[in-house]
Each structure stands twice: as structure tokens, then as C-alpha cells.
């Protein structure tokens, strides 16, 4: 089994997972100011992601732009590592591709511990990514544990573009976001991912 392969249920199961999605994870987390030029390009390029309206296009002209605004806004200390191969525990199914993983060290070429979210691109049904991004989450929170570098927690997101829900993994708690982000207010979304690389930094050891 590789990431893309499980379903709720099988985590769930498998995992011992306790899920809760009634929880607005992420209320009291401020927006933050966007910049012109980013904000510009975005509006000049979007269009083309959400008309081609492919996992690829969408992945490369709408989310892999606003990663690497978030690594601009952590003044290029953390790490946004795209299409990764990620392979932790292959006879618990914890092996294949990662969408992108942003890491707590600004490391480009492989992953280095500690990772601190993983995020998946969809196309359109991005309930079909929750468990492929929570499977990732499982697989990362062991990485880092294995690594030296554990955490108290690990992020997820799965998203289209235009569309953002965000994931907590605690131990065997997962806490599906009961609120969903929209492109229209992506200054909420980079504030939550600013929030997450920033805030937590004190949790996994490194400052």
C-alpha cells in the first residue's frame, strides 16, 4: 500500500486514529498583509490554473506559488520540498510521493527533520486527499521521531487552489478543520501557514 491507497476507514483502523472534525482549528489565527507583486502575479496566473483545472496546474500555478511565499515570509528558513519521494515504513503502507513537505530546516535537496506540515493538491473532490494527507502525517510524525526530532504535533492541508482545509495529527487524535479557506481571503491561509511554520517552531526543538 502506498499513501494514495488509504482510505479514513483503513487509518482509522489501522492506526488506531481518533477522528474529530468539529474543532475551527485555526479562528483566532490573524490574517496577514499580502504583498502587491505576489498578490498581482497570482491574479495574472490563477485563471490559467482553475481553466486547465488539472491536479498538475493547479499544483504548479496556484499552490506552489503561495509555498513559496510562505518560504519568502520565513526569510527562506524553512524548507518547501515539492514531489518527494517519502518511504518510512513500507509494511505499514507509509512509502510513496508527497505533494510538497515544508520541514523546519531551511534543507532544499532531501528532507531533514523536523517535518512540520505535508500538503496534497487535488483536482476537485479534495475529500479523496484526506486520507492520503493524514497517512503522510503519520508517516512524518514517525520520521521525526525516528530522526531525533519529534513534535508535539504535524500539519496537513489539502487543497485545489481556490480551496483550503487544514489538519492537526496529535498522538492518535487527527482534527479534520471544521472550517474551510477560500483563495477570495488567501491572506487568512498564508496567515494559518505563516502561523504553523512560525508559532510551533518552539515545539519541535529548534528555534
Known amino acids: 500500500m502506498v499513501y494514495a491507497n488509504f482510505t479514513l476507514g483503513s487509518l482509522t483502523r489501522q492506526f488506531s486514529l481518533t477522528l474529530d472534525e468539529n474543532i475551527d482549528l485555526f479562528a483566532a489565527v490573524p490574517a496577514v498583509a499580502l504583498r502587491p507583486e505576489f498578490q498581482a502575479q ?6 490559467l490554473a482553475l481553466r486547465v483545472s488539472t491536479e498538475k496546474a493547479r499544483s504548479e500555478f496556484l ?19 515539492s514531489g518527494v519521494e517519502f518511504d518510512v515504513d513500507e ?33 476537485e473532490d479534495m475529500k479523496k486527499g484526506y486520507a492520503q494527507c493524514i497517512a503522510e502525517m503519520i508517516a512524518a510524525q514517525r520520521f521525526n521521531a525516528q530522526e531525533g526530532s519529534p513534535t508535539e504535533k ?41 502561523h504553523l511554520t512560525r508559532d510551533h517552531a518552539s515545539t519541535t526543538g529548534h528555534a
Not at 497570482?42 to 485563471?47: C, D, M
Not at 499552490?63 to 520540498?81: D, S, T
Not at 510513496?96 to 531551511?106: A, H, L, M, N
Request: negative net charge; glycine residues 10%.
Open 63 to 81: 499552490i506552489a506559488p503561495i509555498l513559496a511565499e510562505l518560504w519568502l515570509l520565513n526569510e527562506q528558513q524553512i524548507g518547501v520540498l
Open 42 to 47: 497570482l491574479t495574472r496566473i490563477g485563471p
Open 91 to 123: 509494511a505499514l503502507g507509509l512509502t510513496g510521493f508527497c505533494g510538497y513537505i515544508i520541514t523546519r530546516s531551511p534543507e532544499l535537496i532531501f528532507v531533514r527533520a523536523p517535518i512540520l506540515m505535508l500538503v496534497e493538491a487535488k483536482n
Open 154 to 194: 504535524v500539519y496537513g492541508a489539502v487543497t485545489i487552489g481556490e480551496k483550503w482545509k487544514f489538519m492537526e495529527l496529535e498522538g492518535t487524535t487527527t482534527r479534520i478543520d471544521s472550517h474551510d479557506y477560500y483563495i477570495e481571503h488567501l491572506d487568512k491561509v498564508l496567515g494559518i501557514l505563516l
